[in-house]
């Protein structure tokens, strides 16, 4: 049974930071590109994060690059999305997703090529 469970969310201040965990299982992990993904209320799902089936290095969306790391454990099936200089704009549900099609980029930042997603964590900055 493919599952993605992440964790770390929560209820922050500005400037803050938060460090989300998604533990992969039921599929070959290293197989996988992985991304984060957000979603606030009544906006699409944008990416944030992606990084390749070998943990190169990650790429993100502009809004947070410079705040946002993300990295992977491949031994762990574990990946992670370090959150720093948190702002209410980062305010959102935040996915996991595995996507095993095969590219000429490491990463696909188009939410439609993934094929696993978790349950999603809430993240809220208030002000």
């Known amino acids: 049974q493919v599952q993605l469970v992440e964790s770390g969310g929560g209820s922050v201040q500005a400037g803050a930071s938060l460090r989300l965990s998604c533990a992969a299982s039921?599929?070959?992990?290293?197989?996988?590109?992985m991304g984060w993904f957000r979603q606030a209320p009544g906006n699409e799902r944008e990416f944030v994060a992606g990084i390749s089936r070998a943990g190169g290095t990650p790429g993100y969306a502009e809004s947070v690059q410079g705040r946002f790391i993300m990295s992977r454990e491949n031994d762990k099936k574990t990946v992670y999305l370090q959150m720093n200089n948190l702002k209410p704009e980062d305010t959102a549900v935040y996915y996991c997703a595995a996507d095993r099609t095969i590219l000429s980029v490491p990463y696909s930042r188009d939410y439609s090529d993934y094929d696993f997603w978790g349950q999603g964590t809430q993240v809220t900055v208030s002000s």
């Open positions: 039921g599929f070959t992990f290293t197989y996988y590109a």
